[in-house]
C-alpha cells in the first residue's frame, strides 16, 4: 500500500479523497494555487504545496507542476479527483514515465474512451446497445443531409472531443442540418481543438442513466447499479438519485451484467461511469467516463461501500475488494448540488461566506468545502457543496432532502438552494415522472 498520496485537485473533491486515505492511514499531500492558500483542503492535508498561480491552466492543470509536487514531497500515487487533470492521458503516461501510479485507469483506456467515436465503436463491439447513429465521423455536409435521411429526423451532431455539454447540435428537419453541422464542428474546433463529428438520432424524451461500475485489471469487473441524473441544465446535472425510479430490477441486472462483463473484458482498472440515455424500456449508451464521478455518493449510500477506499486500493494492486452477489442496494439516495450561483440566470456568485452551517442527523452527508469566513475565488468551478441523503425508500429521502434544505445555512453568496426547495413542491419530483428536458422547460416557464 501507499504510504502518500497526493490529490491533484481542490474543493470538496480534494476532502473527500483526503478522508479516505486518512481512514486508511495513508498521509496526504494538498497541492494548491495561491488563491487557494487558505482552502480548507489545504488545512486538512497532512502535508501542503503551492503549485502556481490562480488560473487553473497554471495550477491545478500543469503537468510539470504536479510532477515536481510529487518528487519534493515523496507521495507515490497520485489522486486526481474529477474534472481538471482526471482524464488527461498525457497525464497519465507522464506519470507512469516518472514511476508515479495513478490511481484510475490506464493511459489507453482513458484515449479510447476520451474520443466519443472510438468509445462508441468500442462499447458497441464489447455488447453494450448504443445510439443509432452513423459509423465513425462524418466529413461533409451532404453526407450528413444522407444520414439524416436515412435515421429519420432529428438528428443530434456530436463533437466527437465534446464535453460539458459542449460542442452538440440538434437538427429538427434537413433545412436544419448544414448549419447545425458547420456549428458542432466549429465548436468542436474552438473548444478542443478537434472538429471531428458524428451524428446520432435524437431520442426526445429520454431519462440520462448511468451505471457505475469498477474494474481491478486483472480480469474482475462488477457494477454497483444506475444513478438517474435527468434533472439537468444546459446539459449539467443538478439532482441525482440512485436507484433510478423508473428501473427494475430485472433491467438494472440485464443492463448492470452487460456493463461488468464489459469492464472485465477490457481489463479496466478502477471506478468509471457507463452513460446511458434511457427511453421505452431500451438503453442506449452516449459515453463514458473514466473516473469518480461528482455524484458517486449516492452510489455509496445504497451500497454501504467506499468508493474512494476502493479506487486506491485498486490502483495499489489489489483485487476488488466485493464481489457482484455481495452487493446490494440498501434504500434511496438523493443528492443535490449547490453551486455558488445566481438565480435565474445561475451566474457565478464568488465572494465571502459570511455564515455555514452544514445540516446534519440521520441519513444526511455533506461534503463541502465552506467553513465561516471562507473567500469562493472567481476561478474556478461554481459547485460548493453536495448535500445528500439516504432513506429507506425514495418518499423518505425526498422528505430528508427537504428537512436537510431547511437545516443548511450559507450566508454571504448567493446559491442553488431556493431551485431545490422549489423542485421539492413539484408533483412530479415527487412522482419520478421527468426526462432529460423537464428541467428546461420548467425553467423556461418561470420555474
Ligand atoms: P457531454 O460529454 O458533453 O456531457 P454527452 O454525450 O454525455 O455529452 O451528452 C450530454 C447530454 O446531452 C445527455 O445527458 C443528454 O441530455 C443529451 N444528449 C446527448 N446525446 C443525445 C441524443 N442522441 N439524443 C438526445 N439527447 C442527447
Known amino acids: 500500500m501507499f504510504d502518500k498520496i497526493l490529490i491533484a485537485n481542490r474543493g470538496e473533491i480534494a476532502l473527500r479523497v483526503i478522508r479516505a486515505c486518512r481512514e486508511m492511514g495513508i498521509r496526504s499531500v494538498a497541492v494548491h494555487s495561491t488563491a487557494d492558500a487558505d482552502a480548507m483542503h489545504v488545512r486538512m492535508a497532512d502535508e501542503t504545496i503551492c503549485i502556481g498561480p490562480a488560473p487553473g491552466t497554471d495550477s491545478y492543470l500543469s503537468i510539470p507542476a504536479i510532477i515536481a509536487a510529487c518528487e519534493v514531497t515523496g507521495a507515490q500515487a497520485i489522486h486526481p479527483g474529477y474534472g481538471f487533470l482526471s482524464e488527461n492521458a498525457r497525464f497519465v503516461q507522464a506519470l507512469e514515465d516518472h514511476g508515479l501510479t495513478f490511481i484510475g485507469p490506464s493511459a489507453e483506456h482513458i484515449r479510447t474512451m476520451g474520443d466519443k467515436i472510438t468509445a462508441k465503436e468500442t462499447a458497441a463491439n464489447l455488447g453494450i446497445p448504443v445510439v443509432p447513429g452513423s459509423t465513425g465521423g462524418v466529413g461533409s455536409v451532404e453526407e450528413a443531409k444522407k444520414i439524416g435521411a436515412d435515421f429519420g429526423y ?18 429538427a428537419s434537413e433545412a436544419e442540418m448544414e448549419s447545425a453541422f458547420l456549428t458542432a464542428r466549429a465548436e468542436g474546433k474552438a473548444a478542443f481543438g478537434n472538429d471531428e463529428v458524428y451524428i446520432e438520432k435524437y431520442l426526445q424524451k429520454p431519462r440520462h442513466i448511468e451505471i457505475q461500475v469498477f474494474g481491478d485489471g486483472q480480469g474482475g469487473g462488477v457494477h454497483l447499479g444506475e444513478r438517474d441524473c435527468s434533472l439537468q441544465r444546459r446539459h449539467q446535472k443538478v439532482f441525482e438519485e440512485a436507484p433510478g425510479p423508473s428501473i427494475s430490477p430485472e433491467e438494472r441486472a440485464r443492463i448492470g451484467k452487460i456493463c461488468a462483463d464489459a469492464i472485465a473484458k477490457m481489463g479496466y482498472s478502477g471506478a468509471g461511469t457507463i452513460e446511458f440515455l434511457y427511453e421505452d424500456g431500451e438503453f442506449y449508451f452516449i459515453e463514458m467516463n473514466t473516473r469518480l464521478q461528482v455524484e458517486h455518493p449516492v452510489t455509496e449510500a445504497i451500497f454501504g461501500q467506499d468508493l474512494v477506499r476502493e479506487q486506491i486500493l485498486v490502483a495499489s494492486g489489489n483485487k476488488l475488494s466485493f464481489s457482484q452477489d455481495e452487493l446490494e442496494i440498501n434504500g434511496h439516495a438523493i443528492e443535490v448540488r449547490i453551486n455558488a450561483e445566481r438565480l435565474p440566470n445561475f451566474s457565478p456568485s464568488p465572494g465571502k461566506i459570511t455564515q455555514y452551517h452544514a445540516p446534519g442527523g440521520l441519513g444526511v452527508r455533506m461534503d463541502s468545502a465552506l467553513y465561516d469566513g471562507y ?24 422528505a430528508r432532502l427537504n428537512r436537510a434544505l431547511g437545516e443548511l445555512i450559507v450566508d454571504g453568496v448567493d446559491t442553488t438552494v431556493p431551485l431545490f426547495h422549489a423542485l421539492l413542491r413539484e408533483k412530479d419530483v415527487h412522482t419520478g415522472d421527468y426526462n432529460i428536458h423537464w428541467l428546461e422547460k420548467w425553467l423556461e416557464a418561470g420555474g
Not at 466527437?160 to 452538440?168: E, L, N, V
Not at 472567481?378 to 457543496?385: A, C, E, V
Request: hydrophobic letters at 40%; zero cysteines; a positive charge.
Open 154 to 171: 432529428p438528428v443530434i451532431i456530436k463533437a466527437t472531443a465534446g464535453g460539458g455539454g459542449r460542442g452538440m447540435k440538434v437538427a
Open 375 to 398: 473567500k469562493i475565488p472567481p476561478y474556478y468551478d461554481s459547485l460548493i457543496g453536495k448535500l445528500i441523503v439516504h432513506g429507506r425508500d425514495r418518499t423518505e429521502a425526498l
